[in-house]
C-alpha cells in the first residue's frame, strides 16, 4: 500500500512570477540569466511579426559554436593549462553528455571555476575526496555531490589539496566522460578549443535553429502591472505560462469537440494576431549569448510596433548538476528547470522561473 501511494503522488512543481522594468537599478534579469549556466533551448515569440531584421537573424546565427569530447579523462579539466587557457580568460562551461543525474556519475563545470561532481556511493568512496550527501537522497544515501574550486586551487599546484585531487582523478579512481564544452571570450580564436583537445575526439557544433511564421495565432491579452490578470480586460501569468507550453510544443488551440489529442484552448480574454514568429535554438548555450538576444528583444521596441508583448524562454538540461548558481539539481519524474521573459512595450518585464520536485526554489 505504501508503494501505491507513492506511485500516486504528483510530483512537486514549482512557479515563481514577478514583474520589474528593465530600467530599474534591482532589476534582476541580467542575475537570473547569468547565473542559469546550462540552457539547451532559446525559444522566443513575436506577434504581429512576419519576419525577423537582418540584426536580430544574424545574432541567432551567432549563438555557438559549443563542442563534444568523447571519452575525456576528468583531470584533464584540472590541469593548470587548462585553467590559464579557458577559466581564467573567459567563461567555459562542461557539461557530462548522455548521464542521467539520478542513476550515473555526472560532472559540470561552471563558469567561476566551480568543478561540481554528482556520484554514485561506490565511486564516490573509491575517489577518497570530501563530498556531501545529495539533499535528493532519501533515506538511503545513493548520491554524493564534490565541489571543488579551480580557481583556489589554481593558486597553489604543489598543496597537498591539489595532489591528493590529481592523484584521485589520474590513478585511485581514473573518470572519463563524454563532454559538452562552451567557451565565451570575444579577445581569442574560435578554433582554440578544438586544438586545445585535438589529441581527442572533438567535434564543433553550431547550435540548431527553427524559424517559423505562426498565422491566425490566438493570443491572450496582457496588461504588464497585472500578474493575476483582471476579470474579462487580461490573463493571468500563469496563464500565459501554459498557453506558451502549447505553442512551443504545436497544439493546436482550437477546442474542437471532435479532438481527441487536446481540448485546451487560448485563455481568455484573447485576440488573434495575423502572424507571429518563432525561433527556437537547440544546442549548448551560454548565458552571454542569452543576455545578447535580451537586450536585442528589449530594443525591439524602440521604433513603434503593433505587438504589445514578446517572449523570451530558456530551458535547462535535464540532467545538469546545478539549476541556477550552485544549488543542487535532481530529475524525479521531469527534470525541468526553465524561465520565461515576456517584454511588454513600455519595457515593463515579467519573469517566471519553473522548477520541478528535487529542486531548490528558483533565486
Not at 546550462?38 to 525577423?52: A, D, K, Q
Not at 584540472?78 to 577559466?87: G, K, L, Y
Not at 548565458?287 to 505587438?307: Q, S
Not at 520565461?340 to 515579467?350: A, E, G, L, M, S
Request: aromatic share 12%; with cysteine; proline share 5%.
Amino acid at each position: 500500500m505504501a508503494t501505491l501511494r507513492r506511485l500516486r503522488e504528483v510530483p512537486r512543481h514549482l512557479l515563481v512570477c514577478e514583474k520589474s522594468n528593465f530600467g530599474n537599478h534591482k532589476s534582476r534579469h541580467r542575475h537570473i540569466i547569468q547565473t542559469h549556466y546550462y540552457n539547451y533551448r532559446v525559444s522566443f515569440l513575436i506577434p504581429e511579426c512576419g519576419i525577423l531584421s537582418e540584426e536580430l537573424k544574424n545574432l541567432v546565427m551567432q549563438t555557438g559554436p559549443y563542442y563534444f569530447v568523447k571519452n575525456l579523462p576528468l583531470h584533464e579539466l584540472i590541469t593548470h593549462e587548462f585553467i590559464s587557457t579557458f577559466i581564467k580568460k573567459g567563461s567555459c562551461c562542461a557539461l557530462t553528455y548522455n548521464t542521467n543525474i539520478d542513476e550515473d556519475n555526472a560532472v559540470a563545470l561552471l563558469p567561476n571555476g566551480t568543478l561540481i561532481l554528482s556520484l554514485d556511493k561506490d565511486t564516490y568512496e573509491e575517489t577518497g575526496l570530501q563530498g556531501r550527501p545529495s539533499q535528493f537522497s532519501g533515506r538511503k544515501i545513493m548520491k554524493f555531490i564534490v565541489s571543488i574550486d579551480l580557481m583556489e586551487l589554481s593558486l597553489n599546484l604543489d598543496s597537498k589539496k591539489y595532489e591528493r585531487i590529481s592523484w584521485s582523478f589520474k590513478e585511485k579512481k581514473p573518470l572519463k566522460f563524454d563532454f559538452l564544452l562552451a567557451w565565451h571570450n570575444t579577445g581569442s580564436e574560435e578554433s582554440t578549443m578544438m586544438s586545445y583537445f585535438s589529441k581527442y575526439q572533438i567535434q564543433e557544433h553550431q547550435p540548431k535553429v527553427a524559424l517559423s511564421t505562426l498565422r491566425d495565432l490566438q493570443c491572450p491579452v496582457l496588461q504588464s502591472s497585472e500578474l493575476e490578470g483582471t476579470p474579462d480586460v487580461s490573463c493571468r501569468a500563469l496563464e500565459l505560462f501554459d498557453w506558451l507550453g502549447a505553442v512551443f510544443s504545436n497544439v493546436d488551440l482550437n477546442n474542437e469537440p471532435n479532438s481527441f489529442i487536446s481540448t485546451y484552448c487560448c485563455p481568455q480574454p484573447s485576440t488573434v494576431v495575423a502572424k507571429a514568429y518563432l525561433c527556437t535554438i537547440t544546442g549548448f548555450i551560454l548565458p552571454e549569448k542569452i543576455c545578447l538576444l535580451l537586450e536585442h528583444l528589449c530594443h525591439y521596441y524602440d521604433e513603434p510596433k503593433l505587438a504589445p508583448w514578446v517572449t523570451l524562454s530558456v530551458q535547462g538540461f535535464a540532467d545538469s548538476p546545478v539549476s541556477w548558481g550552485k544549488n543542487e539539481h535532481g530529475f524525479r519524474k521531469g527534470g525541468e528547470h526553465l524561465y520565461n521573459f515576456v517584454i511588454f512595450n513600455n519595457q515593463d518585464y515579467w519573469l517566471q522561473m519553473a522548477v520541478g520536485a528535487n529542486d531548490h526554489c528558483p533565486p
